[in-house]
């Protein structure tokens, strides 16, 4: 039972460049998110999807896209990379919505 | 959406109490009051939620007020794996966008 896994753990891309982030959950629970936090910084929300097949914006979506694939899994693109979005990238799932689990995240540079 | 107020940093040593107080003075009926707790390099992590008196677990107390309006995380005798910022979060568990991650209080525990 792996909880939340995430891949990749690094990323190192160039402005422009694209890439999905991936996001996978084995425990069964309905809601899942994405949250990016930068350095000294708490989390912000990005995008969270309440039931498979929806979607829903949360504080900072732009330059972002989701897929809830199927219950388990819940990926994020990024189409055009920009500089700006360099940080660490977490996903969670819950039980309840104040009660988040969290993966490993991923360490994306956009130079 | 209910804002939190916490100590930016805190310093403390092996084997001591630490408590962490958070203001939340307008905490709405239905919100939880949520502490999570986060190491370098890796997600949040649950460590105890609450919504009115006292709450214990193997992990730490919760002390709440009759008027909601603060909360007290209680570390007991703690460690140098301690040292983490600790999120105070207050939402509703029907909300799924209403979870917000402030920066945090940084706990160093010294030897």
């Known amino acids: 039972n792996a909880g939340v896994t995430q891949t990749p753990k690094f990323q190192v891309l160039k402005t422009g460049q694209s890439m999905t982030l991936q996001c996978a959950q084995d425990m069964n629970h309905n809601s899942m998110y994405w949250y990016r936090q930068d350095p000294g910084m708490g989390l912000r929300l990005i995008y969270y999807?309440?039931?498979?097949?929806?979607?829903d914006k949360g504080e900072v979506p732009n330059g972002y896209n989701v897929s809830r694939l199927n219950k388990r899994e819940f990926s994020l693109r990024l189409e055009s990379a920009a500089p700006s979005q360099t940080s660490v990238y977490f996903c969670?799932?819950?039980?309840?919505?104040?009660?988040?689990?969290f993966g490993p995240g991923t360490r994306l540079t956009v130079l | 959406l209910a804002k939190t107020t916490q100590p930016i940093s805190m310093d403390s040593y092996e084997g001591q109490e630490v408590n962490i107080t958070c203001s939340h003075n307008?905490?709405?009926?239905?919100?939880?009051i949520t502490w999570y707790q986060q190491f370098p390099s890796q997600g949040p992590r649950f460590i105890i939620q609450g919504y009115k008196t006292k709450v214990t677990n193997e992990v730490a107390s919760l002390f709440i007020p009759a008027d909601r309006k603060s909360s007290t995380l209680s570390l007991p005798r703690v460690s140098l794996s301690d040292t983490a910022v600790y999120y105070c979060l207050v939402g509703d568990p029907g909300g799924y966008n209403k979870l917000i991650f402030g920066a945090g209080t940084r706990l160093a525990v010294h030897p």
């Open positions: 999807s309440a039931s498979e097949g929806t979607t």
């Open positions: 307008n905490i709405a009926t239905n919100d939880y």
């Open positions: 969670a799932t819950d039980v309840r919505s104040d009660t988040q689990y």
